[in-house]
């Protein structure tokens, strides 16, 4: 099963609203990435945060790694028609070494014009 | 091409049919991954090639699910026997070497049993 959690499951806004998804895990992480997948598409790679702190910007989306690496969170300032799908954390193998990404469940992104 | 190929997209078997699904990950990528995906729920891992070998195979569900790798490029992922419960769409990803590195996913092939 999943070994971090991904909140809201769901969210809606109105386009120009912010939005924000949390990742949260009981273990400490080496990495994290986070991944976007449009209806009937497929998960497309968005970042990787590695240090403890860490902050980087992509245009509207910001993406933050908490100080204990238990934590991520992804924030998109002033949501636009194009930002609707499921946004996806996923920390590298929670096992020291281990390859595999570990998905959260998601937070499906909608949006109202 | 320069994306993950993934075939066949959709693919319908009766229960207890074998089934065949191949990727073709992006050239030169040493990385391969294998990911079930069932409706509403993030990618599981099934498991994980680095070259030709299977360095991971724990996601695997049932000893009916196998996959290889013999040359290093293509994968393909058998599943025996298939149940409903296979049903998903199985997506491959690849990526360029091993350890915090992208992955590029395919469009996945997705499986429906009856």
């Known amino acids: 099963g999943q070994q971090v959690m991904q909140i809201p499951q769901y969210q809606h806004v109105q386009e120009g609203e912010d939005f924000t998804t949390y990742c949260n895990s009981s273990t400490t992480l080496s990495n994290i990435q986070w991944y976007k997948q449009r209806p009937g598409g497929h998960p497309v790679f968005l970042i990787q945060?590695?240090?403890?702190?860490e902050v980087k910007k992509q245009k509207r989306l910001t993406f933050q790694f908490g100080e204990a690496k238990k934590n991520s969170s992804l924030h998109i300032t002033a949501t636009q028609t194009t930002d609707v799908g499921t946004y996806f954390c996923a920390p590298e193998g929670l096992i020291q070494g281990a390859q595999k990404l570990v998905f959260g469940q998601g937070t499906r992104l909608t949006i109202n014009p | 091409g320069a994306g993950v190929s993934q075939s066949p997209r959709y693919k319908v078997a009766k229960r207890g049919q074998d089934v065949a699904l191949r990727c073709d990950p992006i050239s030169g990528h040493v990385s391969l991954f294998w990911y079930q995906q069932a409706l509403g729920q993030g990618p599981e891992f099934l498991t994980y090639f680095q070259n030709e070998a299977q360095l991971d195979k724990s996601g695997l569900p049932s000893d009916r699910f196998f996959a290889e790798r013999p040359e290093g490029s293509v994968s393909t992922l058998k599943i025996q026997r298939t149940q409903q419960e296979d049903s998903a769409v199985y997506l491959c990803a690849s990526s360029q070497y091993r350890g915090r590195q992208p992955q590029h996913f395919g469009d996945g092939t997705r499986l429906s049993i009856l």
């Open positions: 945060l590695v240090k403890s702190g």
